[in-house]
Structure formats: structure tokens, C-alpha cells
């Protein structure tokens, strides 16, 4: 279906920004192009006219094409400079198979959603096969993890857990080992290269990282650092986690 949507009153634009929570924005001209060049189901394309010819061969199902002025993209990207292309899609969250799952990192209360884009980003980069969100962390859909993440979220599957009890009870009935992460030496630090699998691998937030009782409770990665240096932001962690994971595992 195409329509002509002009005006930032118009009531289907309303409603797509009252499902804003419940949907992922793609903003920009080769962010989108690469997601039409997929087998997807996009259910709005929004297109600025002066922007819309030449759109490449589509591979994804389009439910609804919008022909937009600059003030719709402007109130729909949210943003001072919009974007000529806007694709808009359901939350694709998956059920994590811990069985399965080599590797499964868990992000536990990572608030900070530039952080959580890099770490999906590099989760796509190092052939990450899923990642588990748990506690009050950003949504994966928050603009500013789309904008870190770009097509790493369609690439990694995820799930989203309410508690970090949830998440560690759901690996270790499915059998998988638990690892915890954190900046100091602590008890039970394991070398990453006597990991066992499956398994699960926790980082904390940002300032708390994890309680202490997760801490006490499994084996504890550690990154060698300078002891001067207290913790690593916790995108750089994982990046460096992940990297070291393919180096010697191949997850």
C-alpha cells in the first residue's frame, strides 16, 4: 500500500509514534537500503520525495510505503537533521537455546544505550551467536542503540529477561555453565581459556555492575588491566570479551 502522509497531524502518523516502544526505527539512506536488500517484513517505508527514486531491487515485504514531507520524517525519525529513508519493524526478539548456544553474553542493567549498540554491533562483528538482556536496562529499540547497532540487531538474536535470577535459572536448566565478570581479581578467577561450554557470561551495568551475590556464586572472568584503571566501560568489556572468545574458541 502507498499514501501520501504530509501533515504531522495525520493520525497514522499518531499512531506509529504512539507504537514507538514497541517497534524499531532504521534511520538513514544505507541503513535502510541494506535492510530492504534482506528477506524482512518492514511494516512502514517512509520516503522523503526527493529522495525516493533509485531505490534498489527489494527484497523485504513492505506492508506500507509513505510518501512524507520533511516535518513527518522530522517527527517520525526524531531527529534535528531527518533522514530521506525510514524503515519501521517489529521488535525481532528470539528465544534463546542455551543448550545450542555455544556463547550466550548476558547484559545485566546496561543502561546507557550507545553502550548496548556497541555491544550488539560487536556481537555481529565476532559471530556472537546470542545475546541476553536482563534488569532495568535500555530497550533494544531505543533510538540510540539503533543508531549504534545499525543491521548488528537483525543479525544477533536476543532475548529480554525480566531479572538477572530469570536469566541464570533459564542457562542452567538448559545446562549451560555460568561465568560473571567484574574489574577486580576476586575469588574463583578462571583464564578465559579453561571456559567450559555452553555457556553463559554476565557483565554488569555501568557504576554497579553486578551484586555481589553473582559475584560469589560462579566462576570470574577478569581482563588483565592496570591496576591504576577501576573498571572498563562496559561496551569496551564485552568487545574485548568477545574478541578473546573467537580468538580461542571460535563461539
Known sequence: MKLDITSPSNPRLKELLAAREERFFFAGDKLVRDILARPLR????????EHGAGLPACRAEVVEQWRVSLRVMEKAAGMKSPPSLLAVMALPEARIDFRRCRVSLGLVGVQDPGNLGTVFRCASAFGLPALALAGAGARPNHPKVVRAAQTALLDV????????????NAALAAGARVYVTGSGPGRGTLDMARMEFPCLLLLGGEGQGLDPALLQSFPRIRIDQEERIDSLNVGVSACILMHELRRLHRP
Not at 42 to 49: A, H, T
Not at 159 to 167: D, H, N, S, T, Y
Open 42 to 49: 518492514v511494516d512502514k517505508l517512509l520516503i522523503r520525495p
Open 157 to 168: 538474536p536476543f532475548q529480554v529477561f525480566r531479572a538477572p535470577g530469570e536469566l541464570v
